[in-house]
């Protein structure tokens, strides 16, 4: 086998970790490597002026961290009980960000030769932060950019 062979090879075997979580009933991925923590239902502190997609900020070990209500970022209902959202923080250019969804799922290792690229009928608003999907049993997971997520929001602030 040439070295181009195995290359590909690896390349077909080569696997990530994601963790799930599901907003609006729809279930998306986060690297887990861009994970910094899991947290239950938090209280938020409500920023004035701050966009309509900030949640506000939350206490997090000392650590002052935006929160951000995806629901909003994607452009989806309002969460029937909002208190018992779920936080997922992440790190973008080394400043935290909670992540506030409807909940919190497994860890899924998936193979890079089953992802798919964002299809045309995909939301335009999901399409710009989406880093591709994956077609699980009956769903779609996809794939969430955290780089295109918060770089609006920063943008704004």
């Known amino acids: 086998m040439s070295m181009q062979q195995e290359d590909a090879t690896l390349d077909q075997n080569r696997t990530e970790d994601f963790v799930t979580m599901s907003i609006g009933g729809q279930i998306f991925g986060v690297p887990v490597l861009d994970v910094r923590d ?5 209280r938020i502190t409500r920023v004035p002026l701050a966009p309509p ?5 939350l206490n997090l070990r000392g650590r002052i961290v935006t929160a951000v209500n995806m629901r ?3 452009g989806l209902a309002p969460a029937e009980r909002p208190e018992r959202a779920m936080a997922v923080v992440v790190e973008h250019e080394d400043e935290h960000f909670s992540l506030l969804v409807d909940e919190v799922g497994e860890v899924l290792r998936l193979s890079e030769r089953q992802k798919d690229h964002n299809p045309a009928t995909l939301d335009p608003q999901w399409r710009q932060i989406a880093d ?7 769903n779609l997971l996809i794939v969430l950019n955290i780089g295109a997520v918060l770089g609006a929001i920063r943008a704004a602030a």
Do not use: F, K, M
Not at 132 to 138: F, I, P
């Open 72 to 74: 909003q970022r994607l």
């Open 53 to 57: 997609e900030i949640a506000g900020s």
């Open 38 to 42: 899991v947290l239950g239902p938090q």
């Open 132 to 138: 591709g999907l994956y077609r699980l049993e009956g």
